[in-house]
């Protein structure tokens, strides 16, 4: 079974940091590209940024309201992603989830297979 | 960009039909044979339910059916049942710049 374990949310102060990870099983995730996606409470889903598989490259994009500010990293020993976010902001406050695609065909349209079952980020003073 | 559009709410009485579209423009619905839909329960994370327009992953029931037409695509849940009730999200891919748009959502309850 395809399981994507978040952690790492919490209550951080506007300005601050915070790392994710999201621990990977039931697939080769060396291979996988793997991507974040954040829902603000209430509110529907935005992406994040993605991370390709090393063979590919193991290049990064992002959104533009994050660029700068997160960087996507992957431990493929760990099998771990992890998301580093800085300059924390009060629109950073969602729920972000870790999502795996299984096939380069979803990874090129952008649809969005495996979910975790979210952690969440509150950015508050 | 700005998020695709979906009417908020839908409904249909339990067996019947409910339709729910997504209306982008040339640069996103309409540009790519790229459209997804996710199924969306309180508490629960997304489970995609169409991709590339009208394909399902495995396990999705073909009760589910997605399509296409210029610029807005729609999502036909047929022969409704009570666990379709839930909030139903399109996306579609809209270039390298901006890859991609989502939908804003629509709740749809099962009367």
């Known amino acids: 079974e395809v399981l994507l374990v978040e952690s790492g949310g919490g209550l951080v102060k506007p300005g601050g940091s915070l790392r994710l990870s999201c621990a990977a099983s039931g697939f080769t995730f060396n291979y996988a590209w793997m991507t974040w996606v954040r829902q603000a409470p209430g509110k529907g889903l935005e992406w994040v940024g993605r991370i390709k598989s090393r063979t590919d490259g193991g290049t990064t994009d992002y959104s533009a309201p994050v660029k700068g500010r997160f960087i996507i990293s992957r431990d493929d020993l760990k099998n771990t992603l992890y998301l580093q976010m800085s300059s924390l902001m009060s629109d950073d406050t969602a729920m972000y989830y870790c999502?795996?695609?299984?096939?380069?065909?979803?990874?090129?349209?952008?649809?969005?297979?495996?979910w975790g079952q979210g952690t969440m980020v509150t950015v508050s003073s | 960009q700005s998020a695709l559009t979906q009417p908020p709410s839908a409904s249909g009485s339990p067996g019947q039909s409910v339709t729910i579209s997504c209306t982008g423009t040339s640069s996103d619905v309409g540009g790519y044979d790229a459209v997804s839909w996710y199924q969306q329960r309180p508490g629960r994370a997304p489970k995609l339910m169409i991709f590339e327009v009208r394909k399902r992953p495995s396990g999705v029931p073909d009760r589910f059916s997605g399509s296409k037409s210029g610029n807005t695509a729609s999502l036909t849940v047929s022969g409704l049942q009570a666990a379709d009730a839930a909030t139903y999200y399109c996306s579609s891919y809209a270039g390298s710049s901006n890859p991609v748009l989502f939908g804003g959502g629509t709740t749809l309850t099962v009367l």
């Open positions: 999502v795996a695609w299984t096939t380069l065909e979803l990874a090129a349209t952008y649809a969005f297979d495996v």
